[in-house]
């Protein structure tokens, strides 16, 4: 039996990481909560002396990781253009130049220019914004709203189990892209679509995750306690539960950050994000990369080096945040 | 066996249909008016509910959904909004140009991932191993329009050695056609290798360390027969469900390809569908990718349960 869960959480899980993968496939035990803190719930005076240790521990391993690092120092990189870049970019990213159209870079466009004459290089830098913003608020509507749903699966079991999980199945049988198609001809594109899309695919996912803990914590004696107690449901989910699963949800959420980056400037290469003239690495390849076969390599590649770099940040501090706390 | 196969197959047909059900009301109640949508915002009021009485779509929804559902039981998928012609002389044609460049993705990455991940298992732990994790992993992380222009700059437009757009001229030969397709592919291979590279990669390290392997290994076999009769065997196992399981993923790695490549296959029909709101077009679409998706994993069940003894004969649990 556990084969057949193990398979169906795989199948119906396209988003699943593969080291999330390897490791269901290795350990199933593993997608239950990993101790991030050295333990839940029950805590001493000794014991959070303890974590406390154990945490400063990891954020010395950490910050002794070269991998974390060199991810960090990109991903401050990024923050801070988007945060302060509109005042430090060389030129204003809205500023056209029609007579100084689709020019290679050169020392005073370090990147060159569009096809309108704005300067690749503040757009690249500005462009840090959107996706800075778009992507942690996905992630994070998708694990809050996936950890509700989780946890009302794996509590009541049954019939409303059943019938979450059949429609959870249906819709991961789709990928994000096509999932995305469907919330664009019924909302528009914008921002607001793209964190609703990316929230709720990761809702579906994260949900499966929660529920399998929460399968795992309903048996203990603690729920029984909290029900011979008689408290609602609501308070023992919420109250009780929530804080002993939380370790797998923490995790997911760094997990599901990376792969939001992927996805969202993956539609808003396909026009579902910001919408020009609002610099926007995805957006800018989409309106750049028909002038490919032109020649104007620039005005596309730049962008999508800023994507890459991003990507490989957060894959680093990932990893090497994985390496120290799941050893 | 039979009987969990049976199973398997009922779950998957209704899934199907909970899908069918979805796309349906997503696609049609969401946008509100289609009649109004395709004649645009000038067009007379009359006209817009003449053509919505056309179209049924004034009807009661389950009605409409049930004329939808039969008619697509009976093969009939509605007509496009935007060609005027029926869905499935597009969607037939289109489906083809993406097989074509799913099979040569997989025909490519199968072999050379499996590969990766069985060289990395040997040397665990050693540089080799390192660099193809870390490759893989890398290359599985990037989306496929960064890969895609990375490769069209270097191959296509600094070094000229590769065609860009990928539109083959009619009648080609199947090489000058796989010469037209390798761009578009790669960026595909990249992400699958790393995925299937890190499965194969983990199966074969379980079975290098399993008892059989000992046993073997302790009277007296060859490595080069452990290694072939005894540990791929093995470690091939979950390896089959993850290539299965990433159709699903290589179709929404297809809608972007093709975009960027400009290439006429089912990813991007339903892509300028989803734009020019033509709902029949992208309901069936999305509903045909959900039933190759559905048939993959299908595919990936029956293919377990025929090479794990212990599924076919422990029966259904």
Redesign the interface.
């Known amino acids: ?1 556990a ?2 869960d193990l ?1 169906d959480t ?2 119906a899980a ?1 988003g699943l990481t ?2 999330e ?2 490791r269901a ?2 350990d199933p035990g593993s997608l239950a909560p990993v101790p991030l803190t050295g333990g839940t719930g029950g805590a001493g005076g000794a014991l959070d002396s303890s974590v406390r240790r154990i945490r400063r521990e990891h954020l010395s391993l950490l910050l002794h990781s070269p991998t974390f690092i060199v991810g960090g120092v990109i991903l401050l990189f990024w923050i801070v253009c988007a945060v302060f870049a509109s005042h430090f970019a060389p030129y204003n990213p809205l500023a056209q130049n029609l007579l100084n159209i689709n020019t290679a870079p050169s020392a005073a466009h370090w990147f060159g220019t569009d096809a309108l004459g704005e300067d690749v290089f503040s757009r690249v830098l500005v462009g840090a914004h959107s996706i800075l913003i778009v992507a942690p608020l996905a992630t994070l509507v998708g694990t809050v709203a996936g950890a509700a749903i989780g946890l009302v699966m794996g509590y009541f079991g049954g019939w409303i189990d059943n019938i979450f999980g ?2 959870v ?3 991961l ?6 999932t995305a ?2 919330f ?4 528009g594109p914008s921002s607001l679509t793209l964190i609703l899309v990316i929230g709720f695919v990761f809702a579906l996912i994260i949900a499966r995750t929660v529920r399998t803990a929460v399968l795992q914590e309903r048996e203990l004696d603690y729920v029984a306690a909290a029900k011979l107690r008689d408290e609602g449901a609501l308070h023992i989910m919420f109250v009780e539960i929530l804080p002993n699963v939380i370790a797998p949800i923490v995790v997911e959420f760094t997990v599901r950050l ?1 792969y939001a980056i ?1 996805a969202i ?2 539609l808003s ?3 579902f994000g910001i919408q020009p003239p609002t610099p926007d690495w995805g957006a800018d ?1 989409a309106n750049t ?1 028909q002038y ?2 032109a ?1 104007y ?1 620039w005005e ?2 730049f962008p ?2 800023a ?2 770099s991003l ?2 940040a957060v ?1 680093l501090i990932g ?1 090497s945040m994985e390496a120290v706390f799941v050893q | 066996m039979g009987r969990y196969l049976l199973k398997r197959l009922l779950l998957a047909v209704i899934t199907l249909i909970i899908l069918s059900v979805i796309i349906f009301f997503a696609g049609q109640v969401l946008p509100g008016n289609p009649g109004r949508a395709i004649l645009g915002p000038f067009a007379a009021q009359s006209a817009v509910n003449a053509l919505n009485h056309t179209l049924g779509v004034d009807r009661p929804l389950v009605a409409q959904y049930w004329t939808w559902f039969t008619g697509l039981l009976h093969g009939h998928m509605g007509t496009s909004y935007q060609f005027h012609a029926p869905v499935s002389s597009f969607l037939y044609p289109a489906l083809g140009h993406s097989l074509k460049l799913a099979l040569l993705a997989f025909i490519i990455v199968v072999p050379l991932s499996i590969l990766g991940g069985v060289i990395a298992a040997l040397n665990q732990g050693r540089a080799v191993d390192r660099i193809i994790s870390v490759t893989g992993l890398s290359l599985s992380t990037m989306p496929e329009f960064v890969s895609g222009i990375v490769l069209i700059v270097i191959f296509a437009i600094g070094l000229k050695v590769l065609p860009y757009p990928a539109n083959a001229p009619g009648g080609a030969s199947i090489v000058t056609q796989v010469r037209y397709l390798l761009l578009p592919v790669i960026p595909l291979v990249f992400v699958l290798f790393g995925y299937i590279a890190r499965m194969a990669r983990a199966g074969t390290i379980e079975a290098l360390a399993s008892d059989y392997v000992r046993t073997a290994t302790l009277k007296g076999l060859p490595r080069r027969t452990v290694i072939r009769r005894h540990v791929l065997r093995n470690s091939l196992l979950p390896t089959i469900t993850v290539i299965a399981t990433q159709t699903g993923y290589l179709i929404g790695g297809l809608v972007v390809v093709e975009t960027l490549f400009n290439y006429p296959g089912l990813g991007r029909l339903i892509y300028t569908a989803a734009q020019d709101k033509d709902f029949p077009m992208l309901e069936a679409g999305v509903l045909v990718i959900g039933i190759v998706y559905l048939t993959a994993t299908l595919l990936a069940d029956v293919l377990y349960t025929v090479l794990n003894p212990r599924i076919r004969l422990g029966g259904a649990e």
């Open positions: 039996m084969t057949e398979r795989l199948v396209p593969s080291v993968a390897e496939l290795t059949r429609l199945d249906a819709v049988s789709l990928p994000v892209q096509i198609f469907i664009i001809v019924a909302l990376g992927f400037a993956t290469f396909l026009g390849i990369y490919l076969a020649g390599w596309t590649l999508a080096i994507v890459a990507i490989v894959n990893d």
